[in-house]
Structure formats: C-alpha cells, structure tokens
C-alpha cells in the first residue's frame, strides 16, 4: 500500500513539471496587416505577439526595421531573439515621446495624448489640448530635434520614442537606443500620396492596441477626402496654380508627383508644373517661374511670408504677379497656436480631407458655400 501512495505521488510530481508553462517560442505568422495606400509600414499578427516592419523610414532607405511588439501579460511568457529584432517594446504604450508635430494628431485622435510625456521643441505644437499639457508641466522640453536632451529623456523613462530621420545618421537615437529605449523611425512623410500619409495613424493604433479605432478614423477621413475630390470633378473651370516663392534668387516649389502637386490635382486646379518629375521640391529661377506662371489665377503657400507686403519687401518681383496684384494669394503661415506653432505643418498631414476642402472652398467656392477654410487664409 505504502508503495502504490508513493508511486502515485512521483507520477503526480511527473505530470505537474510536464504541465509547467515553458517559454513560448517566436510563434508562425498568422495574419499580416494589408493597408491600401501606405507602404513604408506593415504589421504581422501572430500567436504571441505582433510584430511591427518599417521598411522606409526615408527615402532610398537600404536597412528593414523589424520591432516585437509584446503585451504586458505575455512578456514573461515568452522567449525572443533579441538579434531579430531593432526592438523589443511593451504594448499598450503608457509613456511615449514623439519628435514630430505631426505624430501629436494622432495620439489626439486616439484619445491617448496623456501618454506623451516629452517633446523637442513643445513651442511648435500648436493643438490646444496638447499646448493645455505642456503648459500644466506634463510635458517635458527636449530641446531640439538634431541634439534631443538625453539627460532629461531618460529621466523620463519612455517606453518608446518615435523618430524620423533623413538618412538614418542621428547619433542621438542611437545614444538612447544604447540606453535601453527603443526608437522606432516614423516614415509618413516619405509616403507618396496624402491618403498614404494619413494612414499612418494605424502604426499608432498598432502602438497602443486601438487598431479598430485607427480603422475607424481613417475611413472616415478617408471617405471625407474621396467624396471632395469627386465635388470638385464639377467645377466648371480650372484656375491656374502658381506656388512657392523665391529665397536668394531660387524659387521652390513643389514637384509634379508630390502630394502638394496631387492635392491640387485631386482639388480639379490647373497646377502649372503638374507633368514635372519627382516628390520633392523644384528649384527654379525667376525667368523660368514668371513666364509660366505670370497670368497664374491663384498663388500658394508663398513659403513663410505673413502679408503680402513682406513678400514684396523680400523681392520686388513678386509684385509683378497677375495674382499679386489681384490680391489672390492664400497661405496657410498666419494659421497659429498659441506659441506660434503652425497649425498646417501639425494637422495637415493626418487631415488631407480639411486641406482638400481648403483647396476647393479657394479655387472653385461655389461648391463648398459652406466650408469655412480651415488652414489657408488670405493673404492681406
């Protein structure tokens, strides 16, 4: 008898330790993110964990980002390589820094702006809601983007930091990278179309666990953008387009496969250089820009002129403009926070749809009477 208690109890010992959870293994691939119009970022969804790809951070980037993107419950349960991975991030993120103005909108739009904790450069943040944290001392000052104070980062102890880069060579990121806190490169600047751009508030709703949320606002932005560029396929006419201005004897303005150039595409304008090659910025001399663009019905974004006697003071060639002188010049430099930060350059990259309206309330105003322009203004 006494034998069977004992032989009962080492096969109950023996089924315990072999019912002990081990660690989890990396698991298979289940389902990987399809997003319609961003390409610079992807999610994989597997049985553990997510995992999070930024393969363009910047233009012509060589290096694929690959980021483990675990939750709280599951961190002790499972085993990672930490060589497959650039980092190994807690999810849902309860403290972040961003480096951008145009990362705040998203965390605005998914009610999780509390997380933000630092910021290079809060003057620029132009929100309301965001200024109203930094001004109650939740916000902490990083200094600039090019040289973030690591002292008071650290300090702060974020869970992740989300950057971007040019070109990859910011020995700031890789100081704090060094120090434990993952930087992970935001990429939606690089995207080629605004819809493309706007999408990037799935990378935060991936982040922070609020994927449904990211869904839901996209397509409503999404639906937003789609149902004014079909409006403006009404207008009756196409008014033409001159941007930019000049800065020491050089005239920039935006090329032709640029977002800028598709926003006035999709607003039914007739840009000047829409069958110019390129995403970027166009560098023109005076002669070449005034005999195309002399007779131009409306002028853009006059870089960062505030009236249009500081554009004339800059360069008296800008008077010799037909919209000059017509007074039909809008830009979207006067549209301030409080600190002076420009509402465009925060807002108008996850809202293509108010930036669109804008475009279409100033170049056909008959189809959007009751569109009040949100980020352009008249140049006075």
């Given at each position: ?11 109950c ?5 072999n ?12 389902t ?8 610079g ?16 951070p ?6 694929v ?14 085993t ?13 993120i ?6 951008s ?16 904790v ?10 309301e ?25 650290l ?8 950057g ?12 704090i990278?060094?120090?434990?806190i993952?930087v ?18 799935k ?9 449904k ?34 800065h ?17 595409k ?7 250089w ?24 409306i ?7 505030i ?11 800008h ?9 039909n010049?809008y830009?979207t430099?006067n ?15 996850t ?30």
């Open positions: 008898m006494k034998k069977a208690v004992l032989l009962f109890v080492f096969l010992f023996l089924a315990c330790k019912n002990q959870k081990k660690p989890l293994e990396t698991a298979q691939d289940l990987k993110s399809e997003y319609q119009y961003a390409k970022f992807s999610v994989t969804y597997t049985e553990n964990f997510k995992v999070l790809t930024i393969s363009n910047w233009p012509k980037a060589e290096k980002y690959k980021y483990a993107l675990v939750q709280k419950n599951m961190l002790s349960k499972i990672l390589n930490k060589d497959e991975f650039d980092g190994i991030i807690t999810i849902p309860e403290k972040i820094v961003v480096t103005t145009t990362h705040i909108p998203a965390l605005e739009l998914l009610n999780v702006e509390q997380t933000l630092g910021f290079p450069g809060t003057d620029y943040i132009s929100s809601k965001t200024r109203y944290r930094i001004d109650s001392g939740l916000i902490r000052e990083l200094g600039k983007n090019e040289g973030i104070n690591t002292e008071v980062l300090e702060l102890k974020p869970d992740v930091v989300i971007f880069g040019i070109d990859g060579n910011n020995r700031t990121f890789e100081t990278k060094k120090s434990g993952p992970i490169f935001n990429g939606d600047w690089v995207e080629a179309s605004p819809l493309a751009k706007a999408e990037w508030i990378f935060f709703g991936v982040l922070f666990n609020k994927e949320e990211a869904d839901s606002i996209f397509n409503t932005i999404e639906k937003d953008y789609l149902e004014a560029k079909k409006l403006a396929k009404n207008a009756k006419t196409k008014p033409s387009i001159l941007s930019g201005a000049m020491n004897d050089v005239w920039f303005l935006p090329n032709g496969n640029s977002t800028e150039a598709q926003l006035l999709d607003a039914n304008t007739n840009y000047l829409s069958d110019s090659e390129g995403t970027g910025s166009l560098s023109l001399n005076f002669e070449t820009v005034f005999s195309k663009a002399k007779d131009a019905d002028w853009l974004s006059p870089s960062n002129y009236h249009r006697e500081a554009l004339k003071n800059a360069n008296s060639h008077a010799m403009f037909k919209a000059f002188q017509n007074k010049i830009s430099i549209t301030k926070g409080k600190s002076g930060g420009i509402l465009y350059f925060e807002l108008g990259t809202r293509p749809d108010l930036v669109l309206k804008d475009l279409i309330k100033i170049c056909h105003p008959e189809l959007l009477k009751n569109h009040d322009l949100y980020f352009f203004k008249p140049l006075d």
